[in-house]
């Protein structure tokens, strides 16, 4: 019995992730991304210390085009806890912000796609 989730076409699926890259929608991306429903983005973010609001800005962008509700934070291999005055910045924006491992970030964006919510992910690479 197949269980694959009918996702409509163009959308992003997060199909791998590990040794510093991911595919998406069939295609290889080494390092960090910023993944939307219809693209995805490379992101210079390696790490928790080194995110910011502005390596954030195509999110944000993205959530005033209501593109975007829900950002997905794969904070690397394990969960951190994002900084309250980046949180209190995006809430701002619209944006509720999720922090998670990397691998919980790309499994639960495949399910909200699945659903039709207006996710997007920022994963650090593992």
Request: with cysteine; hydrophobic share 50%; aromatic share 4%.
């Given at each position: ?22 595919r ?34 195509p999110?944000?962008l ?11 934070l ?53």
């Amino acid at each position: 019995m197949d269980v694959t989730p009918l996702i409509p076409a163009g959308r992003q699926i997060i199909e791998t992730y590990g040794d510093g890259r991911f595919r998406i929608a069939n295609v290889l991306h080494p390092g960090s991304v910023l993944v939307f429903p219809a693209r995805t983005l490379s992101w210079a973010v390696t790490e928790m210390a080194a995110m910011t609001v502005a390596s954030l800005q195509p999110v944000a962008l993205a959530a005033k085009s209501g593109e975007v509700e829900l950002l997905l934070l794969g904070c690397g291999p394990r969960l951190a806890q994002v900084p309250r005055d980046l949180r209190e910045l995006l809430r701002a924006d619209g944006i509720i912000i999720e922090p998670m491992d990397t691998g919980a970030a790309a499994r639960t964006f495949n399910v909200l796609m699945a659903e039709g919510r207006l996710v997007a992910a920022a994963l650090i690479a593992v």
